[in-house]
């Protein structure tokens, strides 16, 4: 059983369908590919993770080729409610409930935005960086004219050139961190077209009768404290929220793995071996929801898990050890650099964290 | 309002349908969701916050956050954001939590 139809969750079914291992694949949207379908910028890197091909044709891709193999059971529009003590699922679908027990299953469930506090932060015209990506590139509706995006992270610069493109002004960027988050490729793009970015500065309120009107912005001192007097007003319909996702851990919870706080990976994770296995022995977690960072590592993290579920099952993939030992590298590799220091302190805490469940076991 | 030209991207819609809202006539395209056929034309308040009675949007789009509950044929607490518009659909402004009791009234 794998959950989660995004990129982690169908690259997990294309590896178990190349096993020969039969599966159910569940995604509570109509369409396959999860955060993908919003996404129209190009991937960079290698050509082997999709390099010049925008996130949308990424999925349809790799949606073919999993029905190609003929051999997963995809549930669309159907959303796993529960993970029950006996091991049995339950599924909410379009046809009705459905009892599943699977001899593994991979949790590809993602994550949710998070929401920041201040003063009238419920009004409307007040979104998640998602739904407005949702509401421009795959409705093709506007959220409104003018838009202040808080976050200068990859979403909230991309989110950014996104709005631009669809026509609608960006008043600001800003985030409460000094440095600009995003890969330099993405934030240059909204640069040069002329939106300023301002670090070290946050929201100090939404105000409007009965929607969002106008958004009041202040800077922050070193240690990030507000400083009275640097006000900025802005008048705007929307603000974009692009400050960081909350991994989806319920059914991780629901089913006893055990979970550690690692704050550079978004919040409470299940603890995670190499092959993405949780404490519970058949239960293995890949991307979002196994530590927020992209897509692409999202893929291979899928892949991985499919691998490791696969030889559990006593079925494993044909080419297991070579396609485990290309997967860790590749990881490795995509989590070198610079850009990726923090997911680095992340992963460590969580092997810190890995290697203490071991000690007390 | 909406996108009709972009450099990346080719909407298609389904045929253009009438529903309401509190009784007023809008069109969206069938099969979109509630929430974005509203948007389009220019609402985006969908409800009354349960307790303080404030005003509330859409926040995630996705299903997730149930910001979005909205009253739709009589059922209150409807997704919007995922429920897909079909004609004729009533859709009214959520007061609070919502009640059946209008709608079991109604047909009493």
Redesign the interface.
């Known amino acids: 059983m794998i959950v989660g139809g995004g990129p982690a969750g169908l690259a997990a079914a294309v590896t178990a369908a190349e096993a020969g291992v039969p599966a159910v694949l569940v995604d509570?949207?109509e369409t396959l590919g999860g955060q993908l379908i919003k996404q129209?910028h190009r991937f960079f890197g290698s050509r082997d993770h999709y390099s010049g091909e925008?996130g949308f044709a990424i999925a349809a891709q790799l949606a073919s080729r999993l029905a190609g193999c003929g051999r997963t059971e995809v549930l669309t529009g159907s959303t796993v409610f529960g993970y029950y003590e006996d091991g049995v699922m339950g599924i909410h679908t379009p046809r009705g409930t459905l009892h599943l027990r699977p001899e593994a299953a991979i949790l590809a469930t993602g994550a949710?935005?998070k929401?920041l506090a201040f003063p009238n932060n419920?009004?409307?015209?007040?979104?998640?960086a998602?739904?407005?990506q949702?509401?421009?590139?795959v409705?093709?509706?506007?959220?409104?004219?003018r838009v202040l995006m808080v976050g200068t992270g990859n979403i909230g610069v991309i989110v950014s050139y996104q709005l631009l493109?669809?026509?609608v002004e960006v008043v600001a960027c800003i985030d409460a961190a000094p440095r600009i988050g995003a890969f330099w490729v993405h934030a240059a793009k909204i640069a040069r077209l002329g939106v300023p970015i301002h670090t070290s500065c946050t929201v100090k309120e939404a105000g409007g009768r009965?929607?969002l009107e106008e958004a009041v912005t202040w800077r922050l001192d070193d240690d990030g404290r507000p400083r009275p007097g640097t006000e900025e007003v802005y008048a705007v319909d929307v603000m974009c929220l692009a400050v960081g996702l909350s991994p989806l851990t319920e059914l991780a919870r629901q089913a006893g793995c055990r979970l550690a706080w690692v704050p550079e990976l978004g919040g409470y994770l299940p603890l995670l071996d190499d092959n993405m296995a949780t404490t519970v022995p058949h239960i293995f977690v890949a991307g979002d929801g196994a530590g927020v960072e992209e897509a692409t590592t999202a893929m291979l993290e899928g892949s991985l898990a499919a691998l490791a579920a696969c030889a559990r099952l006593g079925r494993p993939h044909p080419e297991h050890g070579v396609r485990r030992e290309a997967l860790l590298n590749e990881l490795a590799a995509l989590r070198g650099g610079p850009a990726a220091a923090r997911i680095r302190a992340g992963r460590s805490r969580m092997q810190r964290e890995e290697g203490f469940r071991h000690a007390t076991n | 309002?909406?996108?009709?030209q972009?450099?990346?991207?080719e909407?298609q819609?389904g045929p253009l349908v009438r529903f309401t809202l509190d009784g007023r006539v809008l069109e969206g395209y069938e099969g979109?969701?509630v929430a974005?056929a509203l948007?389009?034309n220019g609402v985006?308040?969908?409800r009354e916050?349960p307790v303080l009675g404030?005003?509330?949007?859409?926040?995630?789009?996705?299903?997730?956050?149930a910001?979005c509950l909205m009253t739709v044929d009589g059922r209150p607490n409807v997704r919007t954001?995922v429920e897909k518009l079909r004609a004729g659909m009533q859709v009214e402004t959520q007061k609070r939590k919502g009640s059946l009791l209008a709608r079991d009234s109604e047909k009493g």
Request: hydrophobic share 40%; proline share 8%; net charge positive.
């Open positions: 509570r949207n129209t925008r949710a935005e929401a419920d009004l409307p015209g007040i979104y998640g998602g739904a407005v949702t509401m421009v590139n409705w093709g509706v506007l959220p409104g004219r493109q669809a026509g009965g929607r | 309002m909406r996108l009709t972009h450099p990346v991207l909407f819609h979109e969701p974005m948007l389009a985006s308040v969908l916050s404030r005003p509330r949007g859409v926040f995630c789009a996705q299903g997730h956050c910001s954001c």
